[in-house]
């Protein structure tokens, strides 16, 4: 039987546990994330945050606990509950032997496309344009970062997990990039972050935040 609660979250985490190296990362982790909402994940190096996304992802089980989208577990769900999600962690996952129109099409491929929007206006929005066609590993590491923000762009996926997301980026991308995710956020989509830098959101944008150091 769900709870009252699960009926209007869109995404829940209940009693969660996780395990690494036989220490307890954290445990009785609760929180609900809803559209237009970013959970943004506090603590010392080690508490566990890398580890909550990946479960987040549906890549890592928990020992013990529930993660549900709208009131379904997301294990049993698979290919429905992976298809409303994207992944950015540390590494920027692009293909070097690939500009980044084919980057872009290559994750377009893997996801349900975002309809209103041509890659070359994803690359447009990311700072990138004139780079098309440019081998990425030609690029320097902000742009590298900056193509896979861009893939964020191409793809329908309402709940974006990002892992630093801002690495690489210097002030004046940080402050570009939190203005993409912001409207992610005021259109309805959903995020699940870490970043040790000082998030630049404007006041209508909610912020739920854990710190796993609290654990």
């Not at 496309?113 to 780079?131: C, M, R, S």
């Amino acid at each position: 039987m769900t709870s009252p609660l699960s009926d209007t979250a869109t995404f829940e985490a209940k009693d969660l546990e996780c395990i690494r190296d036989d220490r307890v990362l954290f445990s009785s982790l609760c929180f609900t994330v809803n559209p237009g909402e970013a959970l943004v994940l506090e603590g010392r190096n080690g508490s566990g945050k890398t580890s909550l996304l990946r479960i987040l992802c549906g890549i890592r089980l928990p020992e013990s606990g529930q993660l549900l989208w709208k009131g379904e577990d997301i294990f049993r769900l698979g290919p429905e509950y992976h298809e409303h999600t994207a992944y950015l962690g540390h590494k920027d996952g692009s293909k070097l032997d690939l500009t980044p129109l084919e980057n872009l099409r290559v994750a377009r491929g893997f996801g349900k496309a975002k309809e209103g929007i041509t890659l070359e206006e994803a690359l447009n929005q990311v700072g990138l344009y004139g780079f098309e066609d440019v081998p990425t590993r030609n690029m320097s590491a902000g742009q590298q970062r900056r193509l896979a923000i861009a893939r964020l762009l191409v793809t329908d996926a309402k709940f974006w997990i990002l892992d630093e997301p801002f690495t690489s980026l210097d002030r004046k991308g940080i402050e570009h990039m939190e203005r993409l995710f912001e409207a992610h956020l005021q259109s309805g989509g959903m995020a699940a972050m870490t970043t040790h830098h000082r998030i630049g959101f404007k006041d209508d944008v909610k912020l739920v935040r854990v710190n796993l150091s609290d654990r």
